[in-house]
């Protein structure tokens, strides 16, 4: 069942300063599928377009953004729409928090540090919602905080006075406070140390498995993916070169960025040399030509210069872009 | 310096700070007794790892003496770094310990070419005496990194990518030719495709170059694979330290325990283990006031004496640990060993 | 530089206006090389004739031609401004610079001297001092006064400037690197002090060009001085409106307008252009 569907989606940043006119195209192509009940992990380093692929899916699309061309249908069950043709306004009232909520890399960019967090529970569903009664509220918002696990009381502090990790934690109990259908969590625990990441990835796929939702991990953290996700998309500059469920691509990656992705994971217990990618993630302003990737692949023919490699199924779930493996010789 | 001194010696440094204000505020001790030494024959790379708040960033202003100990010394080659104060001394100082800082993009200034550091360096350290033999020592410094200055050369640093700019530190910090290098989470801010490049080109300059390298991070997998030894930091307090094949690879402090089990793993064999639920604390300043142990308040094992006493070094099984749990010899049931990462071993 | 103005000429209509603007001004100012009339004469023309080919901005009850008269008291306010800004500047950024890089005692004490003469009332002290002197406040004098007054705000926010500028990672690069610490300042943080520091000339250019006009207005400063402050004196002093010689106000207020729009546009533009956020977007394509 497809929650969301994005057909070759094309977005890019055009700017026009000074004389100086650029096209940033950073979600160029991208064409993939989040069913219901998954978590489904974009794996891909700075400037490959990932902030914008939440950008577009989340439909906070404003210029220099633009879309500009493609096409991404929600089926939130109630209902189903084009998501370009959504007027912002039922983007605010039905879509935004309701359906879609994320998780973003700083806390405390979503917690207002001059507020009790309470506050900013208030304002998210006074928003949406409007709330009648304060006092029911505030009970509601109590439980909905103890059954994530966390402390009550966390709701009449103010921000600073939590760690980074409870601060997480609190802006995750935010997302969820209306039981949307996706979760869109942007490098939720990047800032945060080892310890308080499990934590918080713990807490997420918990959420997840109780409402059966979908959750979008957007992480360049390779080895969070492997014990977080269910499917695994790669991402390199603004195009989805693989895509599989996490078995898959760890075990048998097929696209060489895939591969060494993979094999340069440093392990503990493991001291063997690990190589390193020469060059450069590509500026989405100037890309290469064809495939986007054939500056740095240590196996690039002619063909990959000058062609862009379409999608292959390599079976019912696992899909690759690469001449190599149409071409039978990775 | 014969072999066996000391490049390096910290001795019982402790560097804590006052917080808060006039009517009401206390300590913080950031850096708490902590010991170690690197030896001037056998270059290494010495990893002080811990979580943020662990004070490791602090031993290492201390370390490059841009901060002054509370309490104990440091010695470089010999010399108490708290005796060097003139402009002379700072830059001989500086011509032996060179940084590499975290953020590539802040390392160099936005408005300048990264090239004029290098220049100003070669000179500065008295390498070259004008900018064309400079050129030539930054150029040689950039191929000891991969690079080369025709590559870098009238470039800004939004136009280099994290990893070419992180080269180009180490590059900078090589000029001087230095011991010692200490580098600050080198690659936490860099593409996870180019991080192995700065990382083994680390372990190129312990090998050929014979740099030593102290490489601070919260990253237990690429301390892993490029360390010597390891000393794993809470609260100030060095809590386990050894050889790192012995501290992560058979860790036997529960904290460094902890640590080792929350770090996610790809292997599928070890993915059950990091499943399992922990608890989370909601305030970590608390810790650091903790008489005795730190790790007291989430310590699955804890005993009275770890609330109020504070463990004291002993050498157990190849490694410096404190932990009362080891006291007086005793190897408890708790000690849990790690399997060596496979991704085929599915 | 020439490159910049070409850029911001093609491309920023604020620009444009007010380079048109100040060109004329400062042409003018030039003019009064070739001027025919001294200006500190009278009644070396027709009085009160209205504007006309031979005489564009009229004359005036004194006798004077009015162009060349705004000619030179365009040359005398430009060069009130550019002293004043040229002492305020200095003293915002050596003060600046050495309380925001040194900090302890010496910034407290800077800053307290600083604060001091942030909270000095300029108009009333200088009024008093143009009693003292009874109108032989000369051009110059007037403008380092000003000068002396015109630092205060600048000279913080340089301070503040330089205190993020000393947190920031590549201050110890250079520090690692070997740079002295006045090198540091010189080539490490003027780069990002000078752009504020331009923005906030202009401001001070206005600011005491300003107070010019309202001390001549009142009579203080030294009026036989041509000046567009003592323009609208001398126009005030004859009743021009009522006499009916509308131009000898109006040229004054004309050639204000022209410089303070210009000087605003310019400000404007420029900052928009100065923007660290725009000069990335203006990096190659």
Known sequence: MSLLKMEDVRAYYRTEVYGISRSVRAVDGVSMELHKNEIYGVAGESSCGKTTLIKVISGTVKPPLRIESGSIHYNFGAFQMDMRKIDAEEMRQNVRWKEISYVMQGSMSVLNPVRKIIRSFEDIVGTHQGIPDKKAFQEQMRGHVMKLGLPPDVLNLYPHQLSGGMRQRVAIALATVFNPSLIIADEPTTALDVVVQRGVLHMLKDIQAESANTVLLVTHDLAVHANVADRVGIMYAGRIVEEGPTQVIFQAPRHPYTEHLINSLPMIGDKTVKKSLGGAPPNLADPPSGCRFHPRCPLAMDRCRTETPEMIMLSERHRVACHLVEEGRA | ?346 | MLTVTRDLLKYDGRFRVAFVFLVIIVIMALLTVVSPYDPKKTFMVPQDLPPSLEHPFGTNSRGQDLFWWMAFAVRNSLMLGIICAIVSRIIAIFVGMVAGYRGGVIDRILMSINDSFVVLPVLPILILLSFLLRGKMSLWMLGVLLGLFGWPWDGRLIRSQVLSLKERAFTRTAVYSGTTPLLITMREHLPFVLPVVFATTINNLLWSIGMEVTLSVLGLSDVTLPTIGTAIYWANQHQALVAGVWWWLGAPILIAVLLFLGLYLLFSSVNEFIDPRTRLRRIGA
């Open chain 2, 1 to 346: 310096m014969s072999a066996n001194e000391k490049l390096l010696d910290v001795d019982h440094v402790t560097v804590s700070f006052h917080i808060g204000n006039f009517l009401a505020g206390g300590q913080l001790v950031a850096v708490n007794d902590v010991t170690f030494a690197l030896y001037a024959g056998k270059p290494e790379i010495y990893s002080i790892a811990g979580e943020s708040g662990s004070g490791k960033t602090t031993l290492a202003n201390v370390l490059l003496h841009d901060l002054e100990p509370t309490e104990g010394k440091v010695t470089f080659e010999g010399r108490d770094l708290s005796t060097i104060k003139s402009r002379r001394d700072f830059m001989k100082f500086m011509s032996q310990v060179q940084p590499v800082f975290q953020n590539p993009f802040e390392t160099f200034s936005p408005l300048r070419r990264v090239e004029e550091y290098l220049i100003e360096t070669a000179i500065q350290f008295g390498r070259a005496k004008n900018r064309r033999d400079a050129a030539k020592v930054a150029d040689e410094a950039l191929h000891q990194v991969g690079l080369s200055l025709a590559e870098v050369s009238r470039r800004y640093p939004h136009e280099l990518s994290g990893g070419q700019i992180q080269r180009v530190s180490v590059a900078r910090a090589l000029i001087p030719n230095p011991r010692l290098i200490l580098a600050d989470e080198p690659v936490s801010m860099v593409d996870a495709s180019l991080r192995m490049a700065i990382v083994n080109l680390f372990k190129k300059l312990r090998d050929e170059q014979k740099v030593s390298v102290i490489y601070i991070t919260h990253d237990l997998a690429t301390a892993y694979y490029i360390s010597d030894r390891i000393a794993i930091m809470l609260r100030g307090v060095v809590v386990e330290s050894g050889p790192v094949e012995n501290v992560l690879g058979n860790p036997l402090h529960p904290y460094t325990q902890l640590l080792q089990e929350s770090v996610p793993k790809p292997a599928a064999s070890e993915r059950e283990q990091w499943a399992q639920h922990i608890e989370l604390g909601s305030t970590e300043v608390r810790e650091y006031g903790r008489l005795g142990c730190k790790y007291a308040g989430r310590c699955p094992h804890v005993m009275d004496v770890c609330k109020t006493e504070v463990p004291p070094e002993q050498e157990v099984e190849g490694r410096t640990l404190r932990c009362f749990l080891y006291h007086d010899g005793a190897m408890p049931e708790t000690a849990v060993s790690v399997q060596t990462g496979n991704l085929e071993t599915a």
